[in-house]
């Protein structure tokens, strides 16, 4: 999608704070964080949301969670983080390319 920011920060034409990419997926802190460790994990394939994934997207979406796992504790979040996933505008969403918003460090975090 050539309109899309987040397709940008995947192909390097929008700089980003970036801690991990591979072939398939990327993260990178968020530009406005709402916690003291705060960053998106993404397919770098373009797809809208998880209302667009199916079961072709199981094996991305597995690695995706496991790989936030790691990486929260590779930034610090030993003790835990939570992961977010808005979906839609009914979720809130505002970027339309999937991501994992991964947050924590705080000393506590609103329940939800
Ligand atoms: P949402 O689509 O609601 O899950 O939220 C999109 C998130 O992307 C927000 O938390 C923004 O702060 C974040 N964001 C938007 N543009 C950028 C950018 N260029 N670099 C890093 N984060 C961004
Ligand atoms: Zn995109």
Do not use: W
């Not at 050539?2 to 398939?24: M, N, T």
């Not at 590779?74 to 808005?86: A, C, D, Y």
């Not at 839609?88 to 991964?102: K, M, S, W």
């Amino acid at each position: 999608m050539s309109d899309c920011i987040f397709c940008k920060i995947a192909k390097g034409e929008i700089p980003s704070k970036k801690l991990y990419e591979d072939d398939e997926v990327i993260a990178f802190h968020d530009i406005r964080p709402i916690a003291p460790v705060h960053f998106l994990l993404m397919p770098r394939l373009h797809v809208e949301s998880l209302n667009e994934c199916s079961e072709v997207h199981a094996a991305l979406l597995a690695k995706m969670l496991l790989l936030g796992s790691r990486l929260a504790k590779e930034q610090g979040l030993g003790t835990g983080f939570r992961t977010m996933i808005n979906t839609g505008t009914g979720g809130g969403q505002e970027v339309f390319h999937l991501h994992f918003h991964i947050f924590g460090g705080s000393a506590a975090l609103p329940k939800t």
